[in-house]
Structures are given as structure tokens and as C-alpha cells.
């Protein structure tokens, strides 16, 4: 079980991991993370990487 916040940052075409399984799995803890869906994007994040730091820096709030 999460106990402590996370940030999940999931592509929804991820071809290693089960984009569903996944979300559905994100939602069963006492403490939900923060949980963003990239639509289209694979495991990699190509041609995403951008969106990708974005969200990152604004989760933890930090300077990459």
C-alpha cells in the first residue's frame, strides 16, 4: 500500500506495461498519488519529453 505521495505519470499506448492495469491499480491506496494520463504516448514518453519534465517539475516542484 502507498502510504507516503507519489506521482504516477502513465502513457496510455505504454507497450511494457498495462496501461489500465496500471490506473486501476494507482486508485486502490490509502493515499491516492498524483496520477496524470498522457493519451497516445508509449512507454518512453517519445516525442513527450517535454510534457514530461513539465509535469514532473510541477508534481515535485522542483527545478530539472
Request: net charge negative.
Amino acid at each position: 500500500d502507498i502510504t507516503i505521495p507519489s506521482l504516477i505519470i502513465q502513457g496510455s499506448n505504454d507497450e511494457i506495461i498495462d496501461a489500465n492495469t496500471t490506473r486501476h491499480w494507482a486508485f486502490t491506496h490509502t493515499v491516492t498519488p498524483d496520477f496524470y494520463w498522457l493519451s497516445g504516448t508509449s512507454h518512453f514518453f517519445h516525442g513527450r519529453l517535454n510534457q514530461l519534465r513539465q509535469l514532473i517539475q510541477s508534481g515535485w516542484h522542483i527545478a530539472i
